[in-house]
């Protein structure tokens, strides 16, 4: 595969090669393999997994393709992916689109807690791929708890999310996978809902309810520039690294001084404030810019126009408005600067959803 230049400052230039593999290699198990008395389900289990906006990386030199981390905040929204799984006496059935991601996934918590069964397994994800909004975490996670619930809960939610993370993977054009980028966000606001602060080496900081009552509009602005693949890589882990050097200390203190004390009074014009000077700063200015300043400009007129929290998701391009007013103002506001409303939700303060039903 492609090898990749990663420049962190003049004297910080690094090559990162790709190296694809397929599925069920290079597993990393953390140390949790062990006996667990495993209790396979006599049910079909499946969950229900919030997406997630993805706000911000906190920084970009602290996470590779394969070493997550980096720390970063985010919260769930009410769009889902949904995960079936069926315990059976052997093989591996797969029903989505995206086999290669499950059967790895699949491997990998198989070799953790001993299972030598079968699974039957049936995904849907949102089908907003590549916008912002987290299908592939958002399956992943989705998976993994409801293959630990069929067979017995062995693991805990902390333990599924790690293993998710060290473990995370994109196809690649051959068919294969490869390691992808992974800060943690994604996984733990679909466990807990609301709001999650991460620091590195996917610790979960803080996570608690957000925005309740008040509404997200996720708006996608028109642009030519891919948010995947070499693209991505490229923006992460060049100009991105650079820019987090000098505004990781920023970013970190105006979370933990000023955005965390907001979410805990529930007031979502401060957060929104904090978002919108962190647009502005390190990593995140290297995500908008990848979009051109049109992105700016598009939230400098949704911030004029009187909306309490506007921000962009990942690498973009999608932007959350999240508001009080009503939805028609917001269709009004969104028509005088040439977009529209692409999706209309709330924020998740649950998290993951489990239903049993009988085979």
């Given at each position: 595969m492609a090898i990749m230049k990663i420049r962190g400052g003049d004297l910080d230039l690094v090559e990162y090669e790709f190296t694809s593999f397929s599925p069920g290699e290079h597993i990393r198990t953390l140390g949790y393999e062990g006996t667990y008395s495993l209790v396979p389900a006599d049910e079909v289990i499946t969950v229900n997994a919030p997406a997630r906006i993805h706000l911000t990386v906190l920084d970009m030199n602290r996470?590779?393709?394969?070493?997550?981390?980096?720390?970063?905040?985010?919260?769930?929204?009410?769009?889902?992916c949904s995960v079936s799984v069926e315990c059976t006496r052997d093989g591996i059935e797969i029903d989505y689109s995206r086999e290669a991601l499950i059967r790895h996934f699949v491997s990998v918590f198989r070799k953790t807690v001993g299972y030598t069964g079968g699974f039957r397994i049936k995904a849907r994800d949102h089908e907003h791929k590549h916008v912002g909004l987290g299908s592939t975490s958002t399956i992943m996670i989705a998976l993994a708890k409801a293959l630990n619930i069929a067979v017995g809960s062995p693991l805990t939610d902390d333990q599924l999310r790690k293993l998710i993370g060290y473990n995370y993977v994109e196809e690649t054009a051959d068919g294969r996978i490869a390691p992808g980028f992974e800060t943690g966000v994604g996984p733990a606001v679909s466990i807990h809902g609301g709001m999650a602060v991460m620091g590195d080496e996917l610790s979960l900081i803080y996570h608690h309810p957000f925005a309740e009552g008040s509404s997200?509009?996720?708006?996608?602005?028109?642009?030519?520039?891919?948010?995947?693949?070499?693209?991505?890589?490229?923006?992460?882990?060049?100009?991105?690294?650079?820019?987090?050097?000098?505004?990781?200390?920023?970013?970190?203190?105006?979370?933990?001084?000023?955005?965390?004390?907001?979410?805990?009074?529930?007031?979502?014009?401060?957060?929104?404030?904090?978002?919108?000077e962190i647009e502005f700063r390190g990593s995140k200015r290297a995500e908008v810019e990848h979009h051109s300043f049109a992105i700016y400009h598009y939230m400098s007129q949704l911030r004029d126009a009187g909306f309490e929290f506007v921000g962009m998701s990942s690498v973009g391009p999608a932007i959350a408005i999240i508001t009080n007013r009503s939805e028609d103002f917001v269709e009004s506001a969104l028509r005088t600067i040439g977009l529209k409303i692409a999706i209309r939700t709330k924020v998740d303060n649950i998290g993951l959803g489990v239903v049993h039903l009988p085979k």
């Open positions: 996470f590779s393709p394969d070493r997550p981390g980096g720390g970063g905040l985010g919260f769930a929204i009410q769009i889902y997200v509009y996720i708006v996608i602005p028109p642009t030519g520039i891919s948010s995947a693949g070499d693209q991505e890589f490229d923006l992460l882990m060049n100009k991105a690294r650079i820019l987090d050097y000098r505004d990781r200390e920023l970013k970190a203190y105006m979370i933990m001084m000023d955005m965390i004390p907001a979410i805990e009074s529930g007031n979502l014009k401060k957060v929104g404030d904090v978002i919108w």
